[in-house]
């Protein structure tokens, strides 16, 4: 049973810059949330994508976007970076149909590094 | 808004002890999950237990158990007989139930243990 996976590991650009992030849920999910953790913090919550639409977002600006495609796979594109996008990026994978609430399952990180 | 607040930065225990992390936590919903999520420096954010809010009884996963006080909204970990392995950052998680949401996460223990 595959867990969660992401691409790349790690990743650095520079200011200005655009940046793509990619995740593979968990075998049997439907519902990827992406998260930020900067060094040395818990992660904070991006938002959140359900049957290809967003349907849930943190406080985090509208370069920060995503896509989720119909094998349930997704994106996280962050346009024009800046020196504080510099984090770990998790994608969290669960089952999550209408109403319902699941364990999230992480997977290994995308380390952005932001010059 | 939920707040998850963990006291401790950093803990140490010996090989074979007995350890405790403290959370608390601050909402004023009546329905939710509350987790406990340890990340080694492999960075992969992994699942160690999780508590159902409408459940009375402590949750056990092995050598992890909590002890759950909703009326004190505390959420402790106890680990019992320490392994080296369990060194890593552990970060304490709060989940609505019954509604499309998030993780937020307190700002983690790091979690040492010494031969």
């Known amino acids: 049973d595959a867990g969660v996976t992401q691409s790349p590991t790690h990743l650095i650009k520079t200011r200005g810059q655009q940046v793509t992030l990619r995740c593979s849920p968990k075998?049997?999910?439907?519902?990827v949330s992406w998260y930020q953790q900067a060094l040395g913090q818990g992660p904070q919550f991006i938002f959140q994508?359900?049957?290809?639409?967003?349907?849930q977002r943190g406080n985090f600006p509208d370069r920060f976007s995503g896509h989720q495609f119909p094998n349930y796979s997704s994106e996280l594109n962050v346009n024009a970076l800046l020196l504080g996008d510099s984090a770990l990026y998790l994608c969290?994978?669960?089952?999550?149909?209408?109403?319902?609430?699941?364990?999230?399952?992480f997977g290994p990180g995308t380390r952005l590094t932001v010059l | 808004a939920q707040t998850v607040t963990q006291s401790q930065p950093e803990m140490s225990v010996q090989e074979a002890e007995t350890v405790t992390l403290s959370c608390t936590y601050d909402?004023?919903?009546?329905?939710?999950?509350l987790f406990w999520y340890k990340q080694p420096p492999s960075r992969q954010m992994i699942l160690v237990i999780r508590?159902?809010?409408?459940?009375?009884q402590n949750a056990t996963e092995n050598r992890f158990s909590v002890n759950f006080q909703k009326a004190a909204k505390s959420f402790s970990l106890k680990i019992s007989d320490s392994q080296l392995g369990d060194t890593a950052m552990y970060f304490c998680?709060?989940?609505?139930?019954?509604?499309?949401?998030?993780?937020?996460f307190g700002t983690g223990t790091r979690l040492q243990v010494f031969p």
């Open positions: 969290a994978s669960s089952l999550g149909g209408t109403g319902n609430t699941d364990t999230q399952y």
């Open positions: 075998s049997g999910h439907d519902t």
């Open positions: 994508y359900y049957e290809e639409e967003e349907r």
């Open positions: 909402t004023s919903e009546n329905n939710y999950y």
């Open positions: 508590q159902e809010a409408y459940k009375q």
């Open positions: 998680a709060f989940m609505n139930l019954y509604v499309i949401d998030k993780l937020i």
